[in-house]
């Protein structure tokens, strides 16, 4: 933070769609925490996240590789495709 970066941290119960994150632009500066495929983001990290933010599952999917999370963040995340 003290170098000017957001936190988002993915987590399966945030509060906000990933896409939907307001207040990103081309400057924007933006520290992604995802966690393992095994373990999620620690509560220590959610509590001090800016954003604690999820991706949203239809039918039997109940959890996403890491990478592919992170795919679908930084893409969502993207100023071009981000909600301001």
């Known amino acids: ?3 000017g970066y957001r936190v ?3 987590d399966a119960k945030g509060t906000v769609h990933i896409g939907n994150l307001k ?3 081309p400057d924007s500066r933006i520290l992604l925490v995802i966690g393992g495929e095994a373990t999620s983001v620690s509560q220590f990290i959610l509590n ?3 954003d604690v933010a999820r ?3 239809h039918g039997k ?3 996403l590789n890491a ?3 992170a795919g679908i963040a930084m893409f ?3 100023p071009q495709n981000a909600v301001n």
């Open 76 to 78: 969502c995340l993207s």
């Open 67 to 69: 990478s592919v999370a």
């Open 55 to 57: 991706i949203d599952q």
């Open 8 to 10: 988002v941290a993915l």
């Open 23 to 25: 207040g990103i632009t």
């Open 1 to 3: 933070r003290e170098a």
């Open 61 to 63: 999917i109940n959890s």
């Open 48 to 50: 001090e996240a800016d």
